[in-house]
């Protein structure tokens, strides 16, 4: 199957700014859809961008609008969340996940999951 390794995660303050990687082995990433969702304790898991095969991006938390953009290198086989401005909102375990070639807004529609990385913005 599809397997995913995210990194780049850490502590920043606020206004800071992280570039998370989503790295996928065995499986061209190019021909699936990449989605980022993350999770903070206690809440749901929510979705935050998508990329699908087309290279259109969909952003599914209104906040990530402005802040965050999503890119693929299929050369490294690699996507990622570059995230500026960051909020202490922003804090969650951050999960890179696919689906197929078209992104979803329900995190249960992805069968594929990183192992996630933990981001905190604090001061």
């Known amino acids: 199957q599809v397997l995913l390794l995210e990194s780049g995660g850490g502590l920043v303050q606020p206004g800071g700014s992280l570039r998370l990687s989503c790295a996928a082995s065995?499986?061209?990433?190019?021909?699936?859809?990449i989605g980022w969702f993350r999770q903070a304790p206690g809440k749901e898991r929510e979705g935050v961008l998508c990329?699908?095969?087309?290279?259109?991006?969909?952003y599914y938390a209104d906040s990530a609008k402005g802040r965050f953009t999503i890119s693929r290198d299929n050369a490294k086989n690699t996507v990622y969340l570059q995230m500026d401005s960051l909020k202490p909102e922003d804090t969650a375990v951050y999960y890179c996940?696919?689906?197929?070639?078209?992104?979803?807004?329900?995190?249960?529609?992805?069968?594929?999951w990183g192992q996630g990385t933990q981001v905190t913005v604090s001061s």
């Open positions: 996940a696919t689906r197929g070639a078209l992104c979803h807004d329900r995190y249960t529609e992805y069968p594929y």
């Open positions: 065995r499986f061209t990433l190019g021909d699936y859809a």
């Open positions: 990329i699908s095969t087309s290279g259109t991006r969909t």
